[in-house]
């Protein structure tokens, strides 16, 4: 929260006072993922013609995805949880 002549307080976390912008980082490495999500779909689409292969690997790139992305999100979850209450 900025005070009113517009200076971030010197008691305010670190972050605060980067010079940098992390969320830069964030949506560089989604936009990444993004980019090769849609090589890897139209790989698929362009190399193999039988639904059912298509299908198949779609799928398993999908499942392989998805158990990865709910492995990081609850090894993440306690950190998270024990920043945002305070805990040490």
């Given at each position: 929260m900025k005070s009113s002549d517009g200076q971030i307080p010197e008691s305010s976390p670190a972050w605060c006072h980067a010079s940098f912008d992390p969320v830069?980082?964030?949506?560089?490495?989604?936009a990444i993922v993004t980019c090769i999500f849609g090589l890897h779909f139209g790989?698929?689409?362009?190399?193999?013609?039988?639904?059912?292969?298509?299908?198949?690997?779609w799928s398993l790139f999908s499942s392989s995805s998805l158990i990865m992305g709910l492995f990081l999100a609850l090894a993440?979850?306690?950190?998270l949880r024990?920043?945002?209450?305070?805990?040490?």
């Open positions: 830069g980082l964030l949506g560089s490495l989604t790989h698929v689409l362009v190399r193999l013609q039988d639904h059912n292969d298509r299908l198949f690997h993440s979850y306690d950190e024990i920043r945002c209450s305070g805990e040490e």
